[in-house]
């Protein structure tokens, strides 16, 4: 063997991979061209300088169970020619199958928490079923649903061909009557035919707040993060590298936080599956702890001919399928992933910009009966949650394309947020940070900038998509309406402390500091006054 530079290690899942070569279908698969994609890889030369010259060195990998023996391979001819040279033995964990990766949600009543999990157990091996008590007190079983899919769900390469992975099974566990902000221990399981039971670890959480409950409440909301390794491994679209900061910002504030919010573009897998077991690991912390709710990005849906209203590639032939069955929202269809949810003194609408949300839409009713239907005097802080910006960017790829939000972005909705009072409507898919000025039709209703008394008379915009993956710059008109821009990893931060004052922070995920903030004071009779177009025409007949 001629020893080179571009010399490279993969981790396979399963051990009996195949080292042929497939030539790919479409841009959006990449190299290593393997018939059985890697589930990562690194140079053989990454830490051992002197690799080239002897052929010896030392990596370093971290695995994690993903449901199926492991082997390494060491492969000459880089990426782009690759050759395998030596196989390992193979690797195994202890119990392959055994449950993983809680993913806790709101559900569709206030006093519902759910729970995904993921396992090796089909329902013809095991019952699935979550045993939960609050503070130790009589211990219950909830029995937990379950849900796969196969290779022909996917919608096209390389979710078909290299990047399939068998995903398991995923199960879900609604846990009901829960007392408001009461804390839980639970932990997952399932029940062998032979009668004998494999656990999970303990885990604990605190139930949500009832809505309009007064206390307070804490909520952050971030886009596009996607995944990465810790031992500094290459994968598939592998452009996250600030996710792992935000995820541990995260995890070190965890304590000051209630609910997550990942508005979409969760993991970048882009067909390459075993990359949700990668993410779901990455996140545990968080989301075995506080609701992890997500919406739906262009990663997770969009191939054409599949219903998307964009025509592109991005979800790499994942076509929805896979993000709506790993993260359960509360949702009344799973294939629309469109919701609305209460958390205390918040109502979010969540919309999908992956779906067709003009006037005259499903999408554009549900929007609108999430708007309307809430009672302001209970649930002051009104927030609409999308992937893609259909308010306001200042990013250079929407101005390329004359605009400064999705084509037929806001045209639709901006009368429903003006009409319903929005308070913020927060986006990622633009991944930087940039708040505006509380706005309608292009124009600042409010000339404030960090502290909002009384009515806002318009909405204000955020966009909070540097989650993670590489960043998009700006273009360098300053417009009136943008208030604050960054370019730079973070997620926003919601606190409100009571029904009329709520806090708004952006924090970098370099180091978790606030580096813009707003604050909002306000009485309920500041929600029912009227601003332009927001209340109905009066009349002078007695």
Same mark, same amino acid.
């Given at each position: ?381 009104? +927030? ?6 259909? %308010?306001? &960017?200042?990013?250079? *790829?929407?101005?390329? $394309?004359?605009?400064? !939000? ?53 909405? +204000? ?6 989650? %993670?993956? &590489?960043?998009?710059? *700006?273009?360098?008109? $300053?417009?009136?309406? !943008? ?60």
């Amino acid at each position: 063997m001629l020893i080179s530079s571009h010399d490279w290690t993969g981790v396979f899942s399963p051990a009996n991979f195949s080292s042929s070569t497939c030539p790919g279908e479409n841009p959006r698969v990449y190299p290593p061209l393997l018939c059985s994609a890697p589930i990562k890889f690194l140079y053989a030369n990454y830490t051992n300088a002197n690799y080239k010259t002897t052929g010896r060195g030392f990596l370093k990998l971290q695995l994690i169970n993903q449901r199926a023996d492991f082997s390494f391979a060491l492969f000459s001819g880089g990426l782009s020619k690759p050759k395998v040279v030596a196989i390992s033995n193979r690797v195994t964990f202890a119990n392959p199958d055994a449950p993983l990766y809680p993913r806790l949600a709101q559900g569709k009543n206030w006093n519902e928490m759910t729970v995904t999990w993921t396992s090796g157990y089909g329902i013809d091996e095991a019952e699935p079923l979550v045993a939960w008590s609050q503070n130790g007190k009589d211990l219950m079983q909830s029995p937990a649903g379950t849900l796969t899919f196969d290779r022909n769900s996917m919608c096209g390469a390389p979710a078909r061909t290299e990047g399939w992975r068998d995903p398991g099974y995923i199960h879900t566990s609604f846990l009901k009557e829960l007392w408001p902000n009461q804390e839980y221990t639970y932990k997952l399981g399932h029940k062998l035919n032979n009668g004998t039971y494999i656990w999970s670890s303990t885990y604990k959480f605190q139930a949500s707040p009832y809505p309009g409950q007064n206390s307070l409440q804490r909520v952050v909301i971030f886009g596009d993060m996607g995944k990465d390794e810790a031992d500094g491994s290459n994968e598939y679209n592998n452009f996250q590298r600030g996710s792992l900061n935000t995820t541990r910002q995260l995890i070190e504030d965890l304590k000051n936080i209630d609910i997550v919010f990942h508005i979409g573009d969760i993991c970048y897998a882009n067909g390459y599956l075993s990359q949700w077991d990668q993410f779901t690991a990455q996140i545990g912390p968080i989301a075995s702890t506080v609701p992890y709710m997500i919406a739906s990005g262009n990663h997770e849906r969009d191939w054409p001919g599949s219903g998307s209203f964009y025509d592109t590639m991005d979800s790499g032939g994942e076509c929805g399928v896979v993000a709506q069955n790993m993260f359960y929202v509360p949702a009344e269809n799973r294939e629309k992933f469109w919701y609305a949810t209460d958390y205390g003194m918040f109502r979010f609408c969540v919309a999908n910009t992956e779906l067709d949300w003009r006037e005259g839409t499903e999408q554009y009713k549900f929007i609108e009966h999430c708007l309307s239907s809430v009672d302001r005097q209970k649930q002051p802080w009104l +927030i609409f949650l999308a992937h893609r910006v259909l %308010g306001y &960017s200042s990013c250079t *790829f929407y101005a390329e $394309q004359g605009s400064s !939000s999705e084509p037929m972005g806001r045209e639709s909705l901006q009368n429903l947020w003006q009409k319903y009072k929005v308070d913020l409507a927060i986006y990622g898919h633009v991944h930087s940070y940039e708040r505006t000025c509380p706005i309608y039709q292009n124009i600042c209703t409010n000339e404030k900038k960090h502290y909002y008394k009384g009515p806002l008379n318009g909405t +204000i915009h955020v966009v909070a998509g540097g989650g %993670g993956a &590489s960043l998009s710059p *700006f273009i360098s008109l $300053q417009t009136k309406w !943008s208030i604050f821009r960054d370019y730079d990893y973070g997620f926003v931060k919601l606190t409100a402390f009571d029904h009329s004052n709520l806090l708004f922070e952006y924090k970098k995920s370099s180091d978790g500091k606030v580096y813009d903030s707003f604050r909002i004071s306000r009485d309920y009779r500041d929600i029912l006054a009227c601003a332009v177009d927001s209340c109905p025409r009066t009349t002078l007949a007695s």
